[in-house]
């Protein structure tokens, strides 16, 4: 009986102790995370803001954060813990004392009724964003073959596709009459594609990468730098979050091109997530289609690799960190079939090497109570290096670049009022030489920069921005920007803009198409502080815009009209006007571009998309021998794109067709008259028109194979490298290009990919 007794009470004090051990290891507040199923039936789960987290029977509660994340204090009076958000069944947890609970909550109850069926567009025009003009996602850049950057604005009106020569094939692109160099290109929100690699790096981001593309058109925000002058472009790519999970792609065309991409993603632990991307392309098929001994379509031998993390933290931090690595070879020329001896000098060949890489990390901090107030690094770095030769010419090219930028985003008194402000800091060196010239520049650039946003209503948003910057060259750039929006109902919209641009101009490779010529290189140097004498590039930008949205036939549709002017104060003239020379210079007199464009959408009926356009230039400069237009732009160009897709079925079966026309109005063409009458090129080109066409064939969701082509007509510019026959002599020139030279394309491909 004692014993028995003994026991009970050894068991009571032990369990006593047990309690009392447990209730002082009770947490004083639960922590966790809210999350939902993503979209499209995806394993991957996204955070729910603004959810109601609150303990059962009591006023005790909270919400989520912009990360999904919660912290409450403990209570002792329940012992349930419930999760609600409207849309989405009520969740119930029985807590236990731990210290973590996350959940995932699911759609609520549906009644049944009508199904509404919601498509965004592949191409959005931005409405209430005063900076923002379009935006292009994947569905829109796999109507065309899209193969890297340079490619994917075939189906775009508002940026034209150029070539450098016609020997390497390098694309480039132009906005509002003035080359891509003036464009601002940033790769998540970071400057890329700048300085050296400003020709030949639209070809370093493969399309398959690219999950959406933004343009705006003028003078960008002051928070992205002060090199902005025609547009802004921001190219965000495929993250470890939202990207596929496995995906291939692999394509070929009848001109040799082999391609082919695959991308991976997986999380690491709960708050990383990674994500590897390789890319790979060749061709080795020397093709003469035109017979002028050289080929058409250069070789070519390129690989990208890039590896990203992404960090989700609990307490409003995030970060995304990336690596990217390029190798890039291309040669071209004459046929290597062709007998040497029969050409005076030799075969003249090109040769390019280019090896990029670069990294970027980016980290941002929102305040959990006050989801509007930012904090922001950006640090990002290039290191690039090429090699070219171009008949006997030799080429060396040497970058190295380091960013960074830190912004502070926060309200003034309610959301009406907004400001933004930061510091930045610019190193650029280059190292180039060209035969025996060398040009070499180091740019130290710290500058500030604030930008205040009133928005009112929805009715109206306005946006001004200033940036300081000293450039230890160049002295003090002064960059004033403003965009003003006012929405007159909800379909209809207006925007004015206005602002200033400095760049500085790497006159080699910006010019790197004169080099497959005879030409002469006359840099006229004066008094300056680089190496040329030359001075910085320094523009104003003036545009307006006025969007309307409404219904056809009861179908959605709209009509965009716009009208731009680029003004220069400074610019390097690139004077072609003596087929003996490529004369580079300081901008004396006046020199512009004026653009203006009306584009018309419509959806006819269901899963049916046109899009019409038309695009006229002025783009005029005062050369030395007086006021032209600037060759090989079109002043007027015609534009119109249609896309179909049958219904899916319960696997994601489909088909989708797509259509361009382009209608490419004459240009004026370089002086020529100095050269014999057999090297002698009309004063203007001819027009012409350009269409391609796409079928896609998706078996399911995963699966689906497309074949297509592009310059359907096959056109091809006549006579599109002078003197062919004599590279080597002093009237060959294959830098005066104007139209495709290969002709009519036919290619195919095929994508499997897992959510």
């Known amino acids: 009986m004692m014993r028995t007794k003994l026991l009970l009470a050894l068991s009571l004090f032990l369990l006593c102790f047990s309690a009392q051990s447990q209730s002082s290891k009770t947490p004083k507040f639960v922590k966790g995370k809210v999350l939902v199923p993503r979209g499209g039936g995806h394993e991957e789960k996204d955070p729910l803001v603004g959810a109601n987290v609150y303990w059962k029977g009591t006023q005790v509660g909270t919400m989520t954060d912009a990360s999904g994340f919660y912290k409450l204090e403990t209570e002792n009076h329940t012992d349930t813990l419930v999760f609600s958000f409207i849309g989405y069944k009520t969740g119930y947890v029985l807590w236990k004392g731990q210290e973590w609970v996350e959940v995932v909550l699911t759609s609520g109850e549906l009644l049944e009724g009508a199904e509404v069926i919601v498509d965004a567009g592949s191409t959005r025009m931005q409405m209430l964003d005063p900076l923002g003009f379009q935006t292009l996602d994947q569905r829109e850049l796999t109507k065309a073959a899209c193969c890297n950057l340079s490619e994917s604005f075939e189906t775009n009106a508002s940026i034209d596709g150029a070539y450098t020569d016609a020997v390497t094939g390098t694309r480039q692109i132009k906005m509002l009459g003035l080359d891509g160099k003036y464009v601002d290109m940033n790769k998540d929100n970071?400057?890329?594609?700048?300085?050296?690699?400003?020709?030949?790096?639209?070809?370093?981001?493969?399309?398959?990468?690219?999950?959406?593309?933004?343009?705006?058109?003028?003078?960008?925000?002051?928070?992205?730098?002060?090199?902005?002058?025609?547009?802004?472009?921001?190219i965000a790519i495929k993250d470890p979050v939202e990207s596929e999970r496995y995906y291939l792609n692999f394509y070929g065309s009848n001109g040799g091109r082999l391609e082919a991409n695959v991308h991976t993603r997986q999380n690491v632990g709960r708050k990383w997530a990674t994500s590897i991307m390789a890319h790979a392309n060749m061709n080795n098929l020397e093709q003469d289609n035109n017979k002028d001994g050289f080929m058409d379509n250069a070789l070519k031998e390129m690989v990208v690799f890039r590896n990203e993390w992404k960090f989700q933290g609990d307490r409003g931090i995030e970060g995304t960190y990336q690596i990217t690595a390029m190798q890039n070879t291309i040669q071209a020329g004459q046929l290597n079939s062709i007998d040497a001896s029969t050409i005076e000098g030799g075969l003249w060949t090109s040769d390019y090497t280019s090896t990029h890489i670069e990294g970027a990390a980016k980290t941002g901090y929102v305040w959990p109570k006050f989801p509007h107030r930012t904090l922001g690094t950006q640090f990002s770095g290039e290191w690039h290096d090429q090699e070219a030769n171009y008949g006997e010419r030799v080429y060396s090219g040497h970058q190295r670049t380091a960013r960074a930028n830190i912004l502070y985003v926060s309200l003034i008194g309610n959301t009406d009022h907004k400001f933004t402000v930061g510091g930045s800091f610019l190193y650029d060196e280059y190292d180039e030489t060209l035969d025996s010239l060398r040009y070499t520049r180091t740019e130290v650039v710290p500058g500030i920069y604030g930008e205040y946003t009133w928005s009112r209503l929805e009715r109206f948003t306005l946006v001004a921005g200033m940036r300081l910057d000293d450039n230890s060259l160049y002295g003090l750039f002064w960059t004033p920007r403003a965009h003003f929006r006012y929405s007159f109902s909800e379909n209809t919209s207006f925007k004015l803009m206005a602002g200033k641009g400095y760049r500085t101009s790497n006159v080699i490779m910006e010019n790197v198409g004169q080099l497959a010529s005879s030409r002469a290189w006359i840099i006229e140097s004066e008094e300056g502080v680089d190496g040329f004498g030359l001075q910085p590039e320094v523009a104003w930008n003036f545009g307006t815009n006025l969007m309307h949205k409404f219904r056809l036939n009861y179908r959605e549709a709209s009509v965009s009209i716009d009208f731009y002017r680029t003004e220069f104060e400074n610019q390097i003239v690139t004077d072609l006007e003596n087929p003996r020379e490529a004369r580079f210079y300081n901008l004396e007199g006046s020199s512009f571009s004026n653009?203006?464009?009306?584009?018309?959408?419509?959806?006819?009926?269901?899963?049916?998309?046109?899009?019409?356009?038309?695009?006229?230039?002025?783009?005029?400069?005062?050369?030395?021998?007086?006021?032209?237009?600037?060759?090989?732009?079109?002043?007027?160009?015609?534009?119109?794109?249609?896309?179909?897709?049958?219904?899916?079925?319960?696997?994601?079966?489909?088909?989708?067709?797509?259509?361009?026309?382009?209608?490419?109005?004459?240009?004026?063409?370089?002086?020529?008259?100095?050269?014999?009458?057999?090297?002698?090129?009309?004063?203007?080109?001819?027009?012409?028109?350009?269409?391609?066409?796409?079928?896609?064939?998706?078996?399911?969701s995963k699966f689906e194979l497309y074949i297509g082509g592009e310059n359907l007509l096959n056109y091809r510019q006549p006579n599109a490298i002078l003197a062919a026959e004599n590279p080597n002599g002093e009237f060959f020139d294959a830098s005066m290009v104007w139209a495709p030279v290969f002709g009519a394309m036919a290619y195919g491909g095929i994508r499997w990919s897992v959510k």
Do not use: C
């Not at 020709?199 to 002060?226: C, D, E, H, M, N």
């Not at 959408?601 to 021998?625: C, F, H, I, K, M």
């Not at 490419?664 to 009309?682: F, I, K, S, W």
């Not at 012409?688 to 998706?698: D, E, G, H, M």
């Open 190 to 234: 970071i400057p890329t594609i700048r300085g050296l690699s400003t020709v030949f790096g639209l070809g370093y981001i493969p399309g398959p990468w690219i999950r959406q593309i933004a343009i705006s058109k003028g003078v960008g925000s002051v928070t992205a730098g002060y090199e902005s002058i025609t547009g802004q472009i921001n």
């Open 595 to 700: 653009s203006a464009q009306i584009e018309f959408g419509w959806s006819p009926a269901r899963r049916w998309d046109v899009r019409l356009a038309y695009r006229w230039l002025q783009v005029q400069t005062d050369y030395d021998e007086g006021r032209l237009d600037v060759p090989l732009v079109s002043t007027h160009r015609a534009f119109a794109n249609g896309s179909y897709e049958t219904k899916k079925n319960n696997k994601g079966a489909q088909w989708r067709f797509d259509a361009t026309v382009q209608w490419v109005g004459d240009v004026r063409l370089p002086n020529t008259e100095a050269n014999p009458e057999e090297y002698q090129l009309n004063e203007r080109s001819d027009d012409y028109f350009l269409v391609s066409a796409q079928i896609t064939r998706a078996f399911n």
